[in-house]
């Protein structure tokens, strides 16, 4: 497996937790992409849905502010 080829969405409002698995995941080589919120996640979930960007894994908080992690995940 080549890590640039998964790509990885984090969904996650603390701005330290956030740039701490940026760090560690472009280290490792994998493609990161982020989202602050529930709400800003389901968007990107929804407009990458059919395309090549789409994300192999999301890494997912539970308590956010506009939209929880547990209403996303339901969504999906």
Same mark, same amino acid.
């Given at each position: 497996m080549?890590?640039?080829d998964k790509k990885i969405l984090l969904i996650e409002d603390e701005? @330290?937790?956030r740039e #701490?698995? $940026?760090r560690v995941l472009?280290?490792?080589g @994998? $493609? @990161?992409f982020s989202a602050v919120d529930g709400v800003e996640g389901w968007d990107l979930i929804q407009r990458e849905a059919g395309s090549p960007h789409k994300p192999d #894994?999301?890494?997912l908080d539970v308590m956010m502010p506009k939209m929880d992690?547990?209403?996303v995940l339901r969504s999906l």
């Open positions: 080549n890590p640039s701005l @330290f937790v #701490l698995y $940026e472009k280290q490792a @994998f $493609e @990161f #894994l999301i890494l992690g547990l209403d």
